[in-house]
């Protein structure tokens, strides 16, 4: 008889998340040890995979199918019914993972789709195993979910992909600083003793990197200032690229004293809409800023970097007045995809 997908997993099923920290979490940190994995740049991904067909479900519970047509495809091929895989959906340009890629498919008219489909495909990165033959195994600990994922993908061929995993913390570390090359936000770290919860059970550290950029605007009043609006030259234009955390009351002192009113014609309106500082965000209000004469500071940014701006808030680190907004230049591991707003 073939087995099904279990009745605990019909979906939207809810999906374990990641806390974040600031640095990678020892060998023993975790119950039953660390258990460290790349962080996958792409769709969180629930694959169910049942006797009348597969389906692919988001972390907020959209049903992804009828846009990765692919991968449904190949897991069908690929794996047995009554499996639920927890994942992520990537692509790729050249050796390198493209986020911009991915989100096309989601705004690709449905005539435009298997031509977009043919011409980028996506993958599937497998990283835990919710169900086997039918069974709920969510209650099982990671190490022995791992081992019957290892054995389930031991035939795989691509689209699908088991994501490597390690126990050894200097190999994660190697990873860290070798593998944001290829696009990849940082490490994830899940206990082998673990069972599967919907809660933040795992921890994440994502890799960082100071640069400059140029700070022409701020939200709140020059002596107050509450974040600052980044700014990088893209396309022979100084255009917005984010908005930092927010500024702590030390932060914004100091950051206050080298604030001034612009000089001359200023490259931002005064009003923008809060998708141009977060394009993920569901508020489409009007943000007010307070314009200055563009300084450059100095910033701690993640990887991630969608269509010309910054995917997450910046942090500020302290202001550069010692360099001048011109000498700023867009990093090159921050390619362009079409144009920005302001």
Request: hydrophobic share 40%; proline share 9%; with cysteine.
């Amino acid at each position: 008889m073939t087995e099904d997908v279990p009745a605990t997993l019909q979906p939207p099923v809810p999906l374990a998340l990641a806390k974040a920290v600031e640095s990678v979490p020892a060998e023993a940190a975790l119950p039953g040890g660390s258990v460290y994995e790349p962080k996958w740049d792409g769709f969180r991904m629930c694959a169910l995979i049942g006797t009348a067909g597969v389906s692919l479900w988001s972390r907020q519970g959209k049903d992804l199918t009828p846009y990765f047509p692919d991968l449904a495809e190949a897991l069908a091929d690929q794996v047995p019914p009554g499996c639920v895989l927890d994942g992520e959906a990537v692509m790729w340009t050249a050796d390198r993972l493209d986020f911009d890629a991915l989100q096309r498919r989601l705004v690709t008219s449905k005539a435009s789709l298997p031509a977009l489909v043919r011409e980028h495909p996506a993958s599937f990165v497998a990283f835990d195993l919710l169900a086997v033959a039918g069974h709920d195994i969510r209650e099982a600990p990671l190490s022995q979910r791992r081992e019957l994922l290892e054995q389930l993908a031991g035939e795989w061929e691509p689209p699908l992909n088991l994501s490597p995993a390690t126990r050894d913390r200097p190999q994660a570390l190697k990873w860290f600083e070798e593998l944001h090359h290829a696009g990849l936000e940082g490490l994830v770290v899940k206990g082998a003793a673990q069972n599967y919860q919907p809660v933040r059970q795992w921890v994440k550290v994502k890799r960082r990197e100071s640069l400059d950029v140029v700070c022409a605007a701020v939200i709140g009043p020059l002596d107050r200032p509450q974040y600052i609006v980044a700014g990088l030259p893209i396309e022979g234009r100084l255009r917005i690229v984010g908005r930092s955390t927010p500024l702590t009351a030390k932060a914004a002192r100091e950051l206050s004293a080298y604030l001034h009113r612009p000089q001359g014609t200023h490259p931002w309106p005064e009003v923008i809409t809060e998708t141009m500082l977060n394009r993920f965000s569901k508020t489409k209000g009007p943000v007010s800023l307070t314009l200055v004469e563009p300084l450059v500071v100095e910033i701690s940014a993640d990887a991630a970097w969608t269509g010309n701006a910054f995917r997450h808030a910046v942090r500020y680190v302290r202001p550069r007045p010692e360099l001048e907004a011109e000498s700023v230049v867009l990093p090159e591991q921050w390619p362009l995809h079409g144009s920005s707003g302001a």
